[in-house]
């Protein structure tokens, strides 16, 4: 029994605790999470330490930081079968990624769109903890010697600088690190606004009706999608062109688990109304076990406090192993 487990795959995989999950992390990847752990070996991570290359406030931010734990639990990441800790727990992961630094080029960082885009969203706080941001991520990754990671599209060139940089490392150094795998789903893997169905859905959109939040209300999901911005056709296909259409039918395929054809039998005939509707009752319907779990956990921190201590402790000694490699490698005095 012990001999399959070891030959599971590994799995890592992280979020920012900066707010509560947008339907965007949670169709992209969250959701993707909980089935992965019976058949890998998974790590799921709340990513503090990359958090606060934006300013956070200290209080605010501890809440937030519980709350997005009680919420990776309720939806569906089990302690008994996953380790799920919280990054700065783990002080391996400011150490790997401090290393990892130095070897990831200027050249390599200056490219990385999250950069370019967040620092122009942040001109009075461009730090370099934002530059370094997927130096860390890589550390992330290579500490646990991920097999896959889950993620959204928009994290695909940080994963392709971790291939990089695991593949120089070991280019110097022999075989120390596990070149790892993206594992971006086929549908939702860029769920977009509901208010500009060519961006992608954010937490930090300023338009409240741009983005569902996971712990929305049923009315307030609703009342978001009937405000969608769609097309001035009133087809319910998926076509080059139909951004917001494209969009909705993506999402309520996602929660229904109907494929594209049988959408557009369903609402053949009918308006955008009804299926903007639909795809808001398909969604507020989807989320409420979550938003259940979610009440009852979070009304024992005691429990959480257990499951995040457990899982820094797992985390803390599959990293030890790594590090340690790393180090002797690198010909620090042990
Ligand atoms: P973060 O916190 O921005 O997002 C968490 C996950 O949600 C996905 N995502 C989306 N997917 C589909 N549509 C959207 N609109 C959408 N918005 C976000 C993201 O792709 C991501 O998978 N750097 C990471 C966190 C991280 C990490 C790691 C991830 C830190 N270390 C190691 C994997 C492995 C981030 O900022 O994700």
Redesign the pocket.
């Known amino acids: 029994m012990e001999e399959v487990k070891q030959k599971k795959k590994v799995i890592?995989?992280?979020?920012?605790?900066?707010g509560i999950?947008?339907?965007?992390?949670?169709?992209?990847?969250?959701k993707n999470w909980a089935p992965m752990q019976d058949e890998y070996n998974c790590a799921y991570?709340l990513?503090d330490l990359?958090?606060i290359t934006v300013r956070q406030d200290p209080k605010a931010f501890r809440e937030q930081t519980m709350t997005c734990y009680a919420l990776l639990l309720a939806c569906g990441l089990d302690p008994e079968k996953s380790i799920i800790f919280i990054?700065s727990h783990v002080p391996a992961h400011a150490e790997l990624g401090w290393i990892l630094e130095c070897y990831t080029q200027f050249g390599e960082l200056s490219r990385m769109t999250?950069f370019k885009d967040k620092s122009a969203k942040h001109a009075d706080n461009v730090n370099a903890g934002l530059f370094t941001?997927?130096s860390?991520?890589?550390a992330?990754?290579l500490l646990y010697q991920?097999d896959l990671?889950?993620?959204?599209?928009?994290?695909r060139q940080?994963?392709e600088l971790?291939r990089d940089i695991a593949t120089r490392f070991n280019g110097i150094y022999g075989n120390v690190f596990k070149i790892p795998e993206g594992f971006?789903?086929k549908a939702?893997?860029?769920?977009?606004?509901l208010a500009e169905p060519t961006k992608?859905?954010?937490?930090s959109d300023e338009n409240p009706n741009a983005c569902i939040s996971i712990l929305d209300k049923p009315e307030v999901i609703i009342k978001k999608f009937k405000r969608a911005v769609t097309d001035s056709e009133a087809e319910v296909c998926y076509r080059d062109g139909k951004d917001g259409i494209n969009n909705l039918m993506t999402i309520y395929s996602t929660v229904t688990g109907k494929t594209f054809d049988e959408i557009t039998a369903e609402f053949a005939g009918h308006g955008y109304g009804d299926f903007k509707l639909a795809v808001g009752e398909a969604v507020a319907e989807h989320l409420r076990p979550i938003r259940e779990v979610f009440d009852r956990l979070m009304a024992d921190k005691a429990y959480l406090e257990s499951c995040y201590r457990k899982g820094a402790e797992m985390a803390s000694r599959i990293s030890a192993r790594t590090m340690d490699k790393v180090k002797k490698k690198i010909g620090f005095v042990l």
């Open positions: 890592l995989s992280g979020i920012q605790p900066t999950f947008t339907l965007g992390n949670y169709i992209g990847a969250v991570m990513a990359h958090a990054q999250q941001y997927p860390l991520m890589a992330d990754i991920a990671v889950p993620v959204g599209a928009d994290q940080h994963l971790t971006i789903p939702g893997a860029k769920i977009m606004s992608k859905m954010s937490k």
